[in-house]
């Protein structure tokens, strides 16, 4: 593939299974007048309200937007929200195969009140334990093996889906059926994806879950530290997002870095679930390692140009890369 046009076009031949935390993304818009004589706090005058698909279900909606096939796996509660879930997603077109509803767990919502294009407040409703239900995990594992998906992203927002137990039996069903896998974690589970293709961590979790701290302007520390996880996860490669100081990656013959782009940074929300999306894509495609470590760098500042937790659109990737 010689230009970034045939790459999009190959992304649109993909079927990509996502497992991990969906939530809703919930939003209050409004005006910042007056602070409160109750508390020395603003009062938002609210004028808009607006719900989106979140966590793992905005990776589904970025693999939609880039023209790929999303197949998503995970659980939600069987409440108001669920419903509100279910309904999202038939409205954004999704499959809803892998949805699992459990009587006992509310569905993760975030609200986030926003004035003058930032963010005022956040509230989270979640429960955060470990589902331990053998069924959910025995359904995932039949369907990895029963369909033919090009790549397998877990998308872990420590919500409780993703046990030790669960992850490991998908990397198992993913490697006997030889689906590579790219996973975008957090510190529960940060040691438990051993035989991934691509770790996706960023400098926060890198340094929680080495228990470290190094310069990131140190080549050496960053190869040093980036060595020791792949190490310890026998991972085929490293992807680490470093924000303001762009993306590194290692795999056990090469190092790339690439610094990031100039932009007008609004919102950096989501900005991880595109770049792990369009890392999973250009990996279904076999992209050259550097290839993809560009393309999926290019792609995770383009949304952060936009405020809230939104897809990248795959011409605005197309028009990013050609300039």
Request: net charge neutral.
């Amino acid at each position: 593939m010689n230009s970034i046009a045939d790459i999009l076009d190959q992304f649109e031949t993909k079927r990509v299974l996502i497992i991990g935390d969906a939530m809703i993304d919930a939003y209050m818009w409004g005006d910042v007048h007056r602070m409160s004589p109750e508390a020395p706090v603003p009062i938002v005058e609210i004028n808009k309200r607006e719900s989106r698909l979140g966590g793992a279900a905005n990776v589904a909606l970025n693999i939609q937007s880039l023209g790929a096939t999303p197949v998503l796996f995970s659980a939600i509660g069987d409440d108001h929200y669920g419903d509100l879930f279910i309904n999202l997603m038939k409205e954004q077109n999704l499959t809803c195969e892998g949805i699992q509803k459990i009587s006992d767990r509310n569905t993760t919502v975030k609200t986030r009140i926003i004035s003058d294009n930032k963010h005022v407040l956040r509230v989270d409703e979640e429960r955060t334990d470990i589902i331990n239900d053998e069924n959910i995990s025995n359904k995932l594992e039949k369907m990895i093996l029963a369909n033919n998906f090009d790549v397998i992203i877990f998308e872990d927002y420590n919500k409780g889906l993703l046990s030790e137990k669960l992850i490991q039996k998908a990397i198992k069903s993913a490697i006997q059926k030889g689906i590579p896998t790219i996973v975008d974690p957090k510190k529960d589970n940060f040691f438990a994806y051993r035989g991934v293709n691509v770790f996706k961590p960023n400098l926060k979790e890198i340094k929680e879950g080495l228990n470290v701290e190094f310069d990131v302007q140190s080549d050496a520390e960053l190869s040093k530290n980036v060595a020791l996880l792949r190490t310890k996860l026998k991972a085929k490669s490293i992807l680490l997002t470093l924000s303001e100081y762009g993306v590194y990656y290692q795999n056990e013959k090469t190092i790339y870095r690439e610094k990031a782009h100039k932009r007008n940074i609004i919102d950096v929300s989501g900005a991880g679930d595109t770049v792990v999306s369009v890392a999973a894509l250009a990996l279904a495609c076999k992209l050259e390692d550097e290839s993809l470590m560009r393309i999926a760098n290019l792609a995770g500042g383009l949304v952060c140009e936009k405020v809230g937790v939104v897809p990248i659109q795959k011409q605005d990737l197309l028009k990013a890369a050609l300039k």
